[in-house]
């Protein structure tokens, strides 16, 4: 067990650009929860996938965000046309099981953004 | 619905003092609660959880929390601060799809 990685960890961007990120979820564990994390503050909700499934995402996620669960394996977040709004640290964690909100939540690093 | 309200954004306790920790809940269902700890540059690390098994839960490090279901609220403790717990301390409540967190709690330990 090798815990959650994230990819990459430090991005910095052009405002206008478009970044991807990736994270790569404990092994067999069923959910996988993307946040977001601003100075000062806990981390908010994105979106989450059961298995390849995406079940939720919060309106914070414009539809210049995208985030893709191929094969219920790893998943990648991608945000189009980069605003400085959008700096911020962007965390993935995975659960196991069907526990749901339920499950206790393993975080990794965390991938921080800055749109210059 | 739910949500999370921790009272304090910063908190300073000396080494060797009690480490107090306020967290209330609002929850429609009945509540999963979470303490989870944050050092800088890193991602979250979960401390302890309340699953509604027993109202006192223990958690690592020496800290633990206490359910107290007519007061809403699920603070956190330990007796004695260490200066490596200095750190951000993150409540959350986990309803039956996902987990709300609070906006945090930066706990100072002077030496």
């Known amino acids: 067990d090798t815990g959650v990685s994230q990819n990459p960890r430090h991005k910095i961007t052009k405002r206008g650009q478009n970044v991807t990120f990736r994270c790569d979820p404990i092994?067999?564990?069923?959910?996988l929860y993307w946040y977001r994390q601003t100075l000062g503050q806990g981390p908010e909700f994105l979106t989450y996938f059961q298995n390849e499934a995406q079940l939720e995402k919060s309106r914070l996620l414009s539809d210049r965000f995208s985030a893709e669960r191929p094969k219920g394996s790893f998943s990648t977040l991608e945000i189009q046309r980069t605003e400085q709004g959008d700096s911020a640290m962007y965390l993935c964690?995975?659960?196991?099981?069907?526990?749901?909100?339920?499950?206790?939540?393993?975080f990794g690093p965390g991938t921080r953004l800055l749109v210059l | 619905a739910q949500s999370v309200t921790q009272l304090g954004s910063h908190v300073s306790v000396s080494e060797g003092a009690l480490v107090l920790l306020r967290c209330n809940y609002s929850?429609?269902?009945?509540?999963?609660l979470f303490w989870y700890v944050q050092y800088p540059n890193q991602g979250l690390q979960l401390l302890l959880k309340?699953?509604?098994?027993?109202?006192l839960v223990k958690g690592i490090n020496g800290f633990e929390a206490e359910f107290k279901k007519s007061e809403t609220s699920f603070h956190l403790t330990k007796p004695s601060a260490h200066m490596s717990d200095a750190a951000e301390y993150f409540c959350a409540v986990g309803g039956y799809q996902k987990v709300t967190f609070g906006i945090g709690t930066k706990l100072q330990v002077i030496p």
């Open positions: 092994s067999e564990h069923n959910r």
């Open positions: 929850s429609s269902v009945p509540p999963y």
């Open positions: 964690a995975s659960s196991p099981g069907t526990s749901g909100g339920r499950g206790t939540q393993y």
């Open positions: 309340y699953t509604s098994a027993a109202t």
